[in-house]
């Protein structure tokens, strides 16, 4: 390789031809389809998985586009996994497409996946393998020198020995900027081999033994390759590992090194990529900074700079951002100008940058981070053809994307489903199995638009280690439906507390799994049935009675979950009054929340139509009775039971002024009377404005946050605090004048009536239903929820 015929461009007069590349350069891949060209060999072998050449003739599936990865997985262990990414300017992948537009054999030699798997399981023991990474370090990079514990990075070596301190501007002017017809095919890789046996002259291995075997592998692959082809065999690979291929070596050596290697039975197929994960920004070992532009260099047929600016321009237009023509073209001037002042060849990444930042952002880097983003990084997602080896789970996964019109995508999206539409009924159903089955294609999102239950907000995205979970699952079944039912089935089991069976009874009725639901159901019992702790039992109530509406939401039959949830609500009913005595302030907080929790199921629980919840409301209105009289309950349970009963009108105001006088008596500590204060008016619940318009409550703070002795108002400030400062400027700001007029003027200011002081004597109907259409608009309720809840406008209007 080293007597390349300069002038010609021809081939050495012997093969076989090494070509060292770095792994994702455009600027390489060029270069190997132009020495490829050149010396027309007849073989081609690539740096990869020999497990994987069956899978080679895919890469001319018309269907088949790039990034895309090789994926190898463990058959009895899925999750121990490795990727080989590939994009359209990989050398390997140029050297694959080459090899079959010219008939040319093409052949991986690297160390196979049933070798890279069983190491890798060894190394990350308890560990999660399916992150995504490559199975070998990228030419070299953070190779170990070895005789100090120090990792080389080639490139920066290189570069630093010419005088750059950053490697990705060396390699672009040295490798990228570099036009294929202005230089000798073979030169580069002349160049590139010289200066990478001097770095294994000076390092050796790099303290990594592995390489060893893996490049006595390779030697041994192409002995076999030279005995059946000759001389023309072609071998693209990590320039690190040239040196050691051409060098000579026993093949009794090579063959010693490769005895006793662990093993696993592996599988591969061709999976999906994108270039968010080609970056290095994604802890990708063999990442690029810059995929997106990386693919436009090599996209590019000509004026690359222009192109990427105009780009650019779209872009921030798109943003509604002003960009004109103007901009792109002065843009490309100063990018120019930059790359002359700096002494290179043609402007790389860091002038355009430098350009857009100037010209198209006046200064900012906020729209500059998007252009990174959008361009320089990318969203591209590859796609591989129907006819790529895939588990049964993946199959029956595509075949339901493709009926549900359910596109993957890498870059992030929102989608709104609406749940009474058949086919977004059956997005949301494949979207919830597959987070049963730790497929997290989709996140659930708050709803900007309306709260029902028939609406479900999705954040989508793609990410390529899905299909390596999607592997994984398919353990469970060969349908996603199968596969769902049965995990939710062993989860069940397996569940470590009530809570957790609970909310997986909520998901099962979520992703419409009934045939796992009377599994998950019996669990739920048995443990409900043993499960003594109040708390635990009062977490649990909320999951079942949203389980409750979701299956009316989907038409599922709950009666069983009923039966199961009044039941869970009758124990709550009996055991919260005991299990709140006594409490220190943190588990009197706790305890608050549960009371919440429980007061809202009820109230859900209550409207179900089966006669087994008969008077279930009225049950627990005892129980906030009890919890509002027991001196040995904590104040803040006892103030938000009060609270409770006084919002549903069960409660007169009178009755609840005065166990707000009892509560805040002289005789009572001042901290257990914030505490009341706090469980009354605090926590969000809209206390600020009850005490606006209810002088005799404000009345009896005030007196009482008075008469607070000097001593104790530093124990009690910091609750106080936190109570107050929960409510809204404005309503702080108003009784805070109320306060300041004193009680003889806080009538007028909230507007006395003839009933309760700060309200009118009755409900004005023509007033209310004049704003329930306006209601009605900033809730986002559209016309079918309108007739739905037509005979609930004014109650709703009135809360």
């Known amino acids: 390789m080293t007597d390349t015929d300069a002038t010609g461009g021809k081939p050495p007069a012997a093969g076989p031809w090494l070509l060292g590349v770095r792994h994702h350069g455009p600027g390489s891949a060029r270069a190997v389809r132009a020495a490829l060209d050149a010396a027309g060999p007849r073989v081609v072998l690539i740096e990869g998985p020999p497990e994987a050449d069956a899978l080679i003739p895919l890469a001319a599936d018309e269907d088949m586009r790039p990034p895309v990865a090789l994926l190898a997985h463990a058959v009895d262990e899925p999750g121990r996994s490795a ?52 199975a070998e370090p990228p030419n070299g990079d953070q190779q170990r020198a070895a005789d100090v514990d120090v990792r080389v990075d080639p490139l920066a070596v290189l570069a630093g020995t010419a005088g750059y301190d950053d490697p990705e501007r060396w390699w672009e002017d040295v490798v990228e900027h570099q036009e294929a017809g202005e230089r000798d095919a073979f030169a580069p890789f002349a160049a590139i081999e010289e200066a990478m046996e001097a770095l294994r002259e000076a390092y050796g291995s790099g303290g990594h033994d592995r390489d060893l075997v893996r490049e006595a592998y390779m030697r041994l692959q192409m002995r076999a390759a030279q005995r059946e082809f000759g001389d023309g065999v072609a071998v693209v690979c990590g320039a690190w590992h040239v040196p050691a291929l051409r060098r000579k070596a026993a093949v009794a050596a090579d063959r010693e090194l490769l005895k006793g290697l662990p093993k696993v039975k592996a599988e591969m197929t061709w999976v999906p990529w994108t270039y968010r994960r080609l970056a290095r920004a994604s802890g990708y070992g063999a ?116 009926r549900l019109r359910l596109r993957p995508e890498a870059l992030e999206r929102e989608l709104e489903l609406d749940l009474r539409k058949e086919t977004d009924a059956g997005r949301s159903r494949l979207l919830h199995r597959l987070r049963l089955l730790g497929v997290d294609w989709g996140e659930p999102a708050v709803s900007r638009g309306s709260t029902g239950t028939f609406r479900e907000t999705w954040r989508l995205r793609w990410e390529p280690e899905l299909s390596v979970r999607v592997a994984e699952a398919g353990v469970w079944g060969t349908t996603v439906l199968s596969a769902a039912t049965a995990k939710a089935e062993a989860d069940a089991v397996t569940a470590p507390g009530l809570v957790d069976v609970t909310t997986l009874a909520e998901r099962c009725l979520l992703a419409e799994l009934p045939d796992a639901l009377p599994a998950v159901m019996q669990v739920l019992a048995d443990r409900a049935a043993l499960d003594a702790d109040v708390g635990h039992l009062a977490q649990a109530l909320p999951a079942l009675v949203r389980s409750l509406r979701y299956g009316d939401v989907r ?37 608050r929340r549960h009371v919440d929790a429980v007061h809202a199921a009820v109230g859900l629980l209550g409207d179900a139509p089966t006669p087994v919840h008969d008077d279930l409301r009225g049950r627990w209105r005892a129980v906030l009775r ?106 702080r700001r108003t009784l805070g004048e109320l306060v300041r007029r004193g009680p003889g003027e806080r009538g007028s200011a909230v507007g006395a009536g003839t009933g309760i002081p700060g309200f009118a004597a009755g409900l004005d109907i023509g007033r209310a239903q004049a704003v329930v259409s ?9 016309g079918a929820e309108e007739e739905a809840d037509h005979d609930n406008n004014l109650a709703g209007v009135a809360v």
Request: with cysteine.
């Open 774 to 782: 306006v209601v009605r608009l900033l809730l986002g309720l559209d």
């Open 83 to 134: 990727f080989w990414p590939l994009a359209e300017f990989s050398p390997e992948w140029v050297a694959i497409r080459w090899a079959l537009e010219h008939g040319v054999p093409a052949r991986f030699i690297d160390l196979p996946a049933t070798h890279t798997l069983a190491w890798r399981g060894d190394d990350e023991k308890g560990s999660d393998s399916s992150a995504g990474e490559e």
């Open 626 to 731: 009890a919890l509002s009289a027991r001196d040995t309950v904590p104040g803040v349970i006892r103030g938000r039971a009060v609270r409770i009963l006084l919002d549903d009108g069960e409660l007169a105001q009178d009755e609840a002024a005065r166990l707000m006088g009892l509560a805040l008596s002289p005789g009572t500590p001042p901290g257990d009377a914030a505490a009341w204060i706090e469980g009354f008016v605090g926590g969000g619940s809209g206390g600020g404005m009850l005490l606006v318009h209810d002088e005799r409550l404000l009345g009896l703070v005030d007196a009482w946050l008075t008469g607070v002795p000097a001593e104790a108002f530093t124990d009690v400030l910091p609750l106080l605090r936190r109570t107050f400062s929960a409510y809204e400027p404005g309503v």
């Open 287 to 402: 990442g690029i900074d810059s995929p997106g532009w990386y693919g436009h260099l090599f996209a590019a047929p000509d004026r690359p700079v222009e192109r990427w600016l105009t780009r650019v321009a779209g872009l921030l237009r798109e943003e509604d951002r002003i960009v004109s023509s103007a901009h792109v073209i002065e843009a490309v001037r100063l990018a120019g100008t930059l790359a002359a002042v700096r002494g290179r060849p043609l402007p790389g990444l860091s002038e355009t940058t430098d350009a857009v930042r100037a010209v198209m952002c006046e200064g900012s880097d906020v729209p500059l981070a998007l252009v990174r983003d959008r361009l320089v990084v990318g969203d591209v997602l590859g796609e591989v053809p129907a006819t790529a080896p895939a588990v049964p789970l993946q199959r029956d996964l595509d075949r339901a994307q493709r």
């Open 555 to 591: 038409g599922t039959d709950t009666g069983a979950l009923a039966e199961v949830a009044a039941g869970l609500a009758e124990r709550v009913f009996v055991g919260l009054p005991p299990a709140c005595a006594s409490l220190d302030a943190d588990a009197a907080e706790e305890m």
